[in-house]
């Protein structure tokens, strides 16, 4: 299986260069390799900094909400508290608000850093329609799925006697919207699809490229649908056939966005991702 790790030499001025470009960025004679045309729409930074980017977008995020939860319980925890009332404070939006915003707020500081010099190069799509068309394609795509699996879900589970369940991410996402709905669309519908979209397209599916396209699309669609997969479900039967029929909704998203910044770059990513989760937000508002 053919890889691209090992930097291309410019047969022209001799200089190396990353083999996913497809022509050298010093003389700007075409690369040799044809297979690097797959490429011409990926954010192409060296290898290390797209692991640095899902590591930090990923486990960077965990560890920040962490920091961030044990600064506010400290502030707003009662030692007093019955364990009910403390169980309902950290299900609370007071609670859980801040610390959505706080964290990916740091998060986005943090990604905007590691990404440095590669502003231009995630940014450039923008300038393009094709980024817009495949981002809108991509959410069309997404918006047509959730529907059709929606109603064989809902099949589905009156067939089985049960009754639909929006999951553990999504449910914290709704009490947070609540109780802070323009915060809520700033936050959940611009900052943290442009924070995913460094973490899980620029950073993860451009670095699994590298192995290929099909390890790009799958690796990064079943990491993608993971993180929103709440784990401590495993022990309770019921929230956890919760999380696993809600997982294909996730696991397609992932798929689209992938495809979304194949063909259209950051821009076209951003744009699915972006409008798919305004839409989730002003659906929640209006519950």
Aim: charged letters at 10%.
């Amino acid at each position: 299986m053919k890889t691209h790790f090992h930097p291309s030499v410019c047969p022209h001025c001799g200089k190396t260069y990353d083999s996913l470009l497809s022509a050298c960025p010093h003389c700007l004679k075409s690369n040799e390799d044809p297979s690097s045309r797959k490429f011409d729409q990926f954010v192409v930074l060296p290898f290390w900094r797209q692991i640095l980017l899902f590591f930090l977008g990923w486990m960077g995020f965990q560890v920040i909400a962490l920091v961030v939860s044990e600064i506010l319980y400290l502030q707003g925890a009662d030692p007093a508290w019955s364990k009910a009332e403390l169980e309902a404070f950290l299900s609370s939006a007071p609670y859980l608000g801040p610390l959505h915003f706080i964290a990916y707020a740091v998060l986005f500081l943090a990604l905007s850093l590691c990404l440095w010099d590669g502003w231009k190069k995630t940014l450039k799509s923008f300038a393009s329609a094709k980024g817009y068309l495949w981002g809108l394609a991509a959410f069309a795509a997404q918006y047509a799925f959730g529907i059709v699996y929606g109603i064989l879900l809902q099949v589905i589970l009156a067939a089985l006697g049960m009754e639909y369940a929006t999951n553990a991410n999504q449910g914290t996402l709704d009490v947070i919207i609540q109780g802070y709905p323009v915060l809520s669309l700033l936050i959940f519908g611009f900052v943290g699809p442009f924070c995913e979209e460094l973490t899980y397209r620029v950073g993860l599916f451009s670095f699994a490229g590298r192995f290929g396209k099909v390890v790009a699309y799958v690796g990064s669609a079943l990491v993608f649908a993971l993180i929103h997969f709440d784990f401590e479900a495993f022990g309770n039967p019921e929230a956890l056939a919760v999380e696993f029929y809600n997982l294909p909704s996730y696991l397609f998203a992932g798929l689209s966005l992938g495809f979304a910044y194949d063909k259209g770059g950051f821009a076209g990513g951003f744009v699915a991702h972006a409008l798919n989760n305004c839409l989730s937000v002003f659906a929640s508002m209006g519950e």
